[in-house]
C-alpha cells in the first residue's frame, strides 16, 4: 500500500475495485484520509470494530469520530499492559460500550505518482482478547492461588524494583513481615481446610488494608506474608499494619464460627480467641523495616523478619519496627 498511487485519492480509491476488495478483506480497520485529514474513505470492517456508524463521518474531519480524537491525544500506558512479554504495540485505549478495548495502529503515507503525499491509510487493530489473555496468563504466574496475594517470586521482584528507585530519588520506602501466630496448631486441630480459609482470610485482610495501585500484598511462604509500601517510612506504615490486624481480628472471629463447633476435640471458640490462651490464640504479628539510603533488599527483608519475630515474642505487642526498642 506504500507504493500505491493516488492522483484524486476519492476517485481514483472509490474506482479502484481491487484496492477497495484488498481493504474490505482485511481483519482490522482500515480509514484513508485526504490531506486535509477528512475521511474518504473506510473498510467493511471498520464499523465494527468502533461499533458505530461511520456513514456520517464521510468527507469530514477524522478528529470528529471519538476513536481518532482520543488517539491523536497523548497517552500514558499502564506500566503492567505497556511491559508486557509479548510486546504489543498499544497506541490507543479507547472506551466500547463502557469498556477498555486496546488498540494498534498502523499509519501509512500514500504517495502520487509524482512521489506528493496525497493522504493517509490508518489500519487499526482492536487486540483487547490478546491483551486481557497475556494480563490473565501474567497475574496466574504472579499470583498465590490460595490467597489470591501475589507470590513470593514477584515479591522478589519488586522489592528490588522499589529499592532501586529509593535510592535513585532517596524516596521513603517500608515493608511488613506477617506471620500467623498459631498456625499449626490451628491447622493439625481443625484440619486443612479450615487453614486454608485462614490464608484466604488472611489475604483478604492484606488487600483491604493497602492503598490500591500503590501498595502491594504478597504470600511469602506457608503462614508468612509480605506487604511493600513505596513512599512510606517505617512509623507510618504502623498505619496499615493496624489496619491490616483489625480486618483481621473482625474476620477470622465471624470466619471461626462457620470453621469450629464447640466440643469439636475438646476445643471452642474461645480457644482460639482468649487472650489468656496465648499457646492456641490465632493472631497475626507484624515486623516492619524501613528504607535507610545504601541498604541492599536483602537486608531489608532481614531486618522486616527478625522484627516480626520480635513482635511474635512479645506478650502484648503485636507490630514491631526494627531497631526500636
Request: glycine share 6%; aromatic share 10%; with cysteine.
Amino acid at each position: 500500500m506504500v507504493g500505491a498511487e493516488f492522483n484524486d485519492l476519492e476517485h481514483d480509491l472509490l474506482e479502484n475495485i481491487e484496492i477497495k476488495n484488498l481493504l474490505n478483506s482485511l481483519d482490522e480497520g482500515a480509514f484513508v484520509i485526504d490531506k486535509a485529514d477528512n475521511l474518504v474513505f473506510y473498510n467493511d470492517t471498520a464499523p465494527l470494530i468502533m461499533k458505530t456508524n461511520l456513514e456520517e463521518f464521510l468527507n469530514k474531519n477524522i478528529r470528529l469520530i471519538h476513536y481518532f480524537e482520543n488517539l491523536f491525544k497523548e497517552q500514558v500506558i499502564p506500566a503492567h499492559i505497556r511491559d508486557l512479554a509479548s510486546g504489543y504495540k498499544i497506541s490507543n485505549i479507547y472506551k466500547i460500550e463502557e469498556q477498555n478495548h486496546y488498540f494498534e495502529n498502523e499509519r501509512i503515507e500514500l504517495y502520487s505518482s509524482s512521489g506528493e503525499i496525497k493522504g493517509t491509510l490508518y489500519l487499526v487493530r482492536d487486540i483487547t482478547k490478546e491483551i486481557l489473555l497475556e494480563i490473565s496468563l501474567s497475574n496466574e504466574i504472579k499470583l498465590d492461588s490460595l490467597s489470591n496475594l501475589y507470590n513470593s517470586r514477584f515479591f522478589y521482584e519488586e522489592i528490588e524494583k522499589e529499592v532501586s528507585r529509593c535510592s535513585r530519588y532517596g524516596y521513603d520506602l517500608s515493608i511488613l513481615f506477617i506471620d500467623i501466630n498459631n498456625f499449626k496448631f490451628f491447622n493439625d486441630a481443625l484440619g486443612h481446610k479450615a487453614g486454608d480459609e485462614v490464608i484466604r482470610l488472611t489475604g483478604e485482610s492484606l488487600k483491604k488494608a493497602v492503598r490500591k495501585n500503590v501498595d502491594s500484598a504478597y504470600r511469602y511462604g506457608g503462614d508468612e506474608f509480605t506487604v511493600i509500601l513505596p513512599n512510606t517510612p517505617a512509623k507510618r506504615s504502623t498505619i496499615v499494619a493496624n489496619r491490616i490486624l483489625s480486618n483481621f481480628q473482625n474476620a477470622f472471629k465471624e470466619k471461626l464460627k462457620t470453621l469450629i463447633s464447640v466440643g469439636a476435640d475438646g476445643l471452642s471458640l474461645d480457644n482460639f480467641m482468649l487472650d489468656d490462651c496465648k499457646s492456641k490464640k490465632i493472631g497475626l504479628s507484624i515486623g516492619i523495616a524501613g528504607y535507610q539510603i545504601g541498604k541492599p533488599a536483602d537486608t531489608l527483608i532481614k531486618e522486616a523478619d527478625i522484627a516480626m519475630y520480635k513482635a511474635k515474642k512479645e506478650k502484648e505487642v503485636h507490630i514491631c519496627i526494627y531497631g526500636e526498642n
